[in-house]
T-cell receptor, first 115, second 113 residues
Framework: AQSVTQLDSQVPVFEEAPVELRCNYS??????LFWYVQYPNQGLQLLLK??????LVESINGFEAEFNKSQTSFHLRKPSVHISDTAEYFC?????????????FGSGTQLTVLP | DAGVIQSPRHEVTEMGQEVTLRCKPI?????LFWYRQTMMRGLELLIY????????DSGMPEDRFSAKMPNASFSTLKIQPSEPRDSAVYFC???????????FGSGTRLTVV
């Protein structure tokens, strides 16, 4: 079984400041890792994912996340945030095979960008 | 591509009534998932299907909940009888498989009074 821990439930940050949303996972099998974003009254949207290869993955809107196997982490970062980045962010993990293939989500981090 | 389509968007019902939530997955996606989201418990996987067959329903809270997928383009989640504690946002998601990510619908906000 997998589990995901998002260490911060709320992260307030000023516009144009950098931000890091932390995510740690545990799993007994090899994993895929994901970040999803949820805007108010909407479903979750895939932001980025790590499957294999380069440990640094990027999204089209400037977010990046780095897979660190030794620390079992997949932190999300952005060097300069915008008001429009205000949303809830979910880290998720799935096993790459067998019965562990469904996504397990963290509890979410509410990012609030302040003017 | 219209994405994953859920209906209704909002549902208000009285305790004891039957509620049916509907989902149309993306064409060609072999996996379909039902999640429930609440402030207290976050996102919970209720059940998922692969090729229309239920694979894991261990997240279904109790016998009042049932889910079906009669064909590749339609699934229902039924609650009978409904209770106030069932109030939540219910999401349907579909996927091509492991590692491909999920596409979520916009959700159904259920309020049981």
């Amino acid at each position: 079984a997998q589990s995901v821990t998002q260490l911060d439930s709320q992260v307030p940050v000023f516009e144009e400041a950098p931000v890091e949303l932390r995510c740690n996972y545990s799993s007994s099998v090899s994993v895929y890792l994901f970040w999803y974003v949820q805007y108010p009254n909407q479903g979750l949207q895939l932001l980025l994912k790590y499957l294999s290869g380069s440990t640094l993955v990027e999204s089209i809107n400037g977010f990046e996340a780095e897979f660190n196997k030794s620390q079992t982490s997949f932190h999300l970062r952005k060097p300069s945030v915008h008001i429009s980045d205000t949303a809830e962010y979910f880290c998720a993990v799935s096993g790459i095979s067998g019965s562990a293939r469904q996504l397990t989500f963290g509890s979410g981090t509410q990012l609030t960008v302040l003017p | 591509d219209a994405g994953v389509i859920q209906s209704p968007r909002h549902e208000v019902t009285e305790m004891g009534q039957e509620v049916t939530l509907r989902c149309k997955p993306i064409s060609g996606h072999d996996y379909l998932f039902w999640y429930r989201q609440t402030m207290m418990r976050g996102l919970e996987l209720l059940i998922y299907f692969n090729n229309n067959v239920p694979i894991d329903d261990s997240g279904m809270p109790e016998d009042r909940f049932s889910a079906k997928m009669p064909n590749a383009s339609f699934s229902t989640l039924k609650i009978q009888p409904s209770e106030p504690r069932d109030s939540a946002v219910y999401f349907c998601a579909s996927s091509l498989g492991p590692g491909r990510g999920y596409t979520f619908g916009s959700g159904t906000r259920l309020t049981v009074v």
